[in-house]
């Protein structure tokens, strides 16, 4: 009988894929390792050193309210991702679909907003935010956080739309089906992949937003975990096993998330592109 050899080429694909991914993860398994080390190896050019040591983890913890800080960025970032989430569908679905009247214009004008750096609007978002009373709270950094989100996600769910099929929205129109069921009923479950998507690529952004969070969250109650590593950092790099240790809690959580819904990300994220 004719034996079957194993694909070379697939092999090959797999071998070389796997040496990448060995190259990507030295600077994750280097901030976990600084975060392991003892303060006098923290500056070791070594990818490990020994032994290793939780001290700064310790030393992280006890020092902070951590489960508050983790607490208080899972609340700003899971209500900014439904803020851009429900806006942006229904704003693509009012560009994509009903073609309702100034929405185009509505629309170019919000593209403009994707070439303002934050940097540049803190200053003023601060005075306005101190002008709301909403310095130190979570609608201080949860509506500027959609506001920001909200122009990338709407650009990506209108393509969605617009690529999806016409005859489905014309039959529901037909059925007798007024907009919010066509939204609700029809255009929803089509761009499903992109609303992983974007749902994902949205938290992701938030969580890891310092910035904004670092001029407007002062007060403990409500800082976020990400304006942590702060106390651990200055000119001369006090204590860099702590900064790291930080550095690896805040990173955790969305690795974790990335291996749970990585095929719905990857979906999402190709599936314009092999459409029609």
Known sequence: MRRHHPNISRIVIHAALFALLAVWMIP??????IGLRTPDQ??????????LTLDNFATV????AIVSFFLNSLIVTLATVAIVVACSTLFAFACAVLHLRWSLVLYATLLTTLMVPLAS????????????????TYAGVIFPYAALGAPFA??????????????????ARVDGCNAWQTYWHVALPLIRPALVFVGIWQFIVTWNEFFLALIILTRNEVKTLTIVPMQYSGLYMANPGALFAVLTLIALPLILLYVVVQRAFVRGLLAGAVKG
Request: net charge negative.
């Open 42 to 51: 923290a500056f070791d050019a070594t990818l490990m050193a020994w032994p």
């Open 121 to 136: 609007l803190v200053l003023p978002l601060a005075i306005l935010l101190k002008t709301f009373g909403w310095v130190n």
């Open 154 to 171: 709407v650009v990506v769910l209108k393509a969605f739309m617009e690529d999806s099929p016409k005859e489905l929205f014309e039959a």
């Open 28 to 33: 994750e398994v280097y901030m976990l390792s």
């Open 61 to 64: 913890i006890r020092d902070n």
